[in-house]
């Protein structure tokens, strides 16, 4: 008799390890008995190498509040040794991102909530060959979404540093910590050119930074060298007292001083008068004025003044300091680029301005 076959034999298909599961450990459940999903927080670690470092990029300098301090760190002084010490780091804690860490692992950073997000002390603490963090005091930022957000991000990419500030100790009467947010060199390395418009995640991030800690870079002063003015007369027609139907004083327009301003001086040189087939007799202003621009075509060098030489590509270059240094660095508010070099430009424009009636017949 032969064996019976079975309906559905079993294939080999290798050895499947089984994941390292308690069984024994309770699910947490909701109230509905079902099992509830705990939203673990996502840490970014915040580079720590340059803190002993002698020199500095610091671009401002930011607040912690609403402290939560360790009992078992109560008392304990930032003192000159804490720098030297390895196993003190800093690191954001940032909660309610489950549903975004995989954007965040692709680079695309986004924008949450600052009460969501944390900066934490953390002690690491070796038992067993494993290091174990252990929170010393963590606080939150006071600003913006967005600002919070690109910090976060910066310092994910090891763009940006934070290194707190010596001399506070860890008691129940701190209400603060004083924090410096510093620009690591290779930040600098990311931007060939202050005029680069390639479209990258960590440019949008700096500018919602410098926006947040550095706000009179976004100025129109800043970036245009020019303020708008605020003071402009409204006539308002609910004013009835004497003062108000006064004739207000205006200040006067000196037309003589207006044209003596603007005219050009005798002093200046003429173009010598060596064309004979030119039948007009050209006049002095006229022969200064074709001397001006010929030596403009010419690109002569006597002709420019030392802002037209060699300036700043303003307000694509905009001049930051750093913090307690002689040093500064350029930022493009535009684009969120970043150098510790300036771009130059020479704004000549070889011509002139071509005007009247013999001028341009003759050029």
């Excluded at 671009?59 to 720098?83: A, Q, R, W």
Aim: net charge negative.
């Amino acid at each position: 008799m032969g064996r019976k076959k079975q309906r559905r034999p079993h294939r080999s298909v290798g050895i499947v390890e089984c994941p390292d599961t308690d069984l024994n450990k309770p699910n947490d459940q909701n109230e509905n008995g079902g099992t509830a999903v705990i939203d673990e927080p996502f840490f970014v670690e915040v580079e720590r190498n340059c803190w002993v470092s002698s020199e500095h990029y610091d671009i401002s300098e930011v607040l912690l509040t609403n402290l939560s301090i360790s009992p078992e760190f109560h008392g304990f002084n930032l003192s000159d040794d804490f720098f030297q010490d390895s196993s003190y780091a800093f690191r954001f804690r940032m909660c309610d991102v489950s549903k975004l860490i995989s954007r965040i692992k692709l680079g695309h950073w986004p924008i949450v909530p600052a009460s969501s997000v944390c900066l934490e002390l953390v002690h690491m603490r070796v038992s067993e060959d494993k290091e174990t963090p252990v929170v010393m005091v963590s606080g939150s930022f006071d600003g913006p979404d967005e600002g919070v957000s690109g910090l976060a991000h910066l310092a994910s990419l090891k763009s940006l540093t934070l290194r707190p500030i010596l001399g506070a100790t860890l008691l129940d009467s701190l209400s603060s910590v004083r924090v410096r947010v510093e620009i690591l060199k290779s930040a600098f390395d990311e931007c060939e050119s202050l005029l680069d418009n390639r479209k990258q995640l960590w440019k949008k991030s700096m500018m919602s930074v410098m926006a947040w800690l550095r706000p009179e870079v976004t100025t129109s002063e800043a970036r245009y060298g020019c303020s708008v003015s605020t003071d402009i007369e409204i006539d308002s027609p609910m004013e009835t007292n004497e003062a108000s139907s006064a004739p207000r004083k205006r200040a006067g327009f000196d037309v003589a001083g207006f044209y003596e301003a603007v005219k050009p001086s005798k002093e200046d040189p003429m173009l010598e008068n060596d064309m004979p087939d030119l039948l007009p007799k050209l006049r002095p202003y006229q022969l200064r004025a074709a001397y001006w621009m010929v030596q403009r075509e010419k690109g002569a060098s006597g002709c420019l003044s030392g802002s037209e030489k060699s300036q700043f590509i303003y307000p694509l270059c905009t001049p930051v300091e750093f913090i307690d240094t002689c040093s500064r660095m350029f930022y493009n508010p535009f684009s969120g680029n970043i150098s510790l070099r300036p771009e130059n430009s020479t704004p000549y424009v070889f011509g002139g301005i071509l005007a009247g009636k013999s001028l341009p017949i003759m050029l």
